[in-house]
Antibody
């Protein structure tokens, strides 16, 4: 059974870089059938897609965050990572990693991690 | 971006009754619409994709309908575990894929 597990610091200082990793177990991240993504949810609010990556390194980003976001993949460790630069309090959120199909009409997320809360504070 | 608007924000329904949740897109998304359920303190769970296809393991009391810009999630007979927040997501016009703001389904 595929499992995704987010990890990283729970507290980041304002203007610094947020870094998270999603470890994938129970299946290869290098499967050609899937993209791997990050989604965030500010406390008490809705869901916002951050970006997605293919095992080859191809990425798609939310234009609203693209200037500050980098997603990378490490197939040898079966994990992918998120970096968000120059964070502010508005970046405080529960961050989820998730899987979606790599086909047209497949951009829904069928497997999710449990999420990790990141608080941005000075 | 395609804006997804869900209504109502809060829906109060008694157990055993039917719940109908709506999702409207700001532009045509075809059938590229998913529904998720989020229990308190948990990650979202995929319920429906392709507007009307139930995901693996989802009970038949959940059904989705609609196309274009108007969509509905119906829960035919509410069970206690169904009281949660529900989100719709369009994935036709991307990037970005976008979510609605959610409907909270509460016990009446």
């Amino acid at each position: 059974q595929l499992r995704l597990q987010e990890s990283g610091p729970g507290l980041v200082k304002t203007s610094e870089t947020l870094s998270l990793t999603c470890n994938v177990s129970g299946g290869p991240i290098s499967s050609p059938s899937y993209y791997w993504g990050w989604i965030r949810q500010p406390p008490g609010k809705g869901l916002e897609w951050i970006g997605s990556i293919y095992y080859s390194g191809t990425t798609y980003y939310n234009p609203s965050l693209k200037s500050r976001v980098t997603i990378s993949v490490d197939t040898s460790k079966n994990q992918f990572s998120l970096r968000v630069n120059s964070v502010t309090a508005a970046d405080t959120a529960l961050f989820y990693c998730a899987r979606r199909l790599a086909v047209a009409g497949g951009w829904y997320f069928d497997v999710w991690g449990r999420g990790t809360l990141v608080t941005v504070s000075s | 971006d395609t804006v997804m608007t869900q209504s109502p924000a809060i829906l109060s329904v008694s157990p055993g009754e039917r719940a109908t949740l709506s999702c409207r897109a700001s532009q045509n998304v075809g059938s590229d619409l998913a529904w998720y359920q989020q229990q308190r303190g948990q990650a979202p769970r995929l319920l429906i994709y392709g507007a009307s296809t139930r995901a693996t393991g989802i009970p038949a009391r959940f059904s989705g309908s609609g196309s274009g810009a108007e969509f509905t999630l119906t829960i035919s007979s509410l069970q206690s575990e169904d009281f949660a927040v529900y989100y719709c997501q369009q994935y036709n016009n991307w990037p970005p894929t976008t979510f609605g703001q959610g409907t909270r389904l509460e016990i009446k």
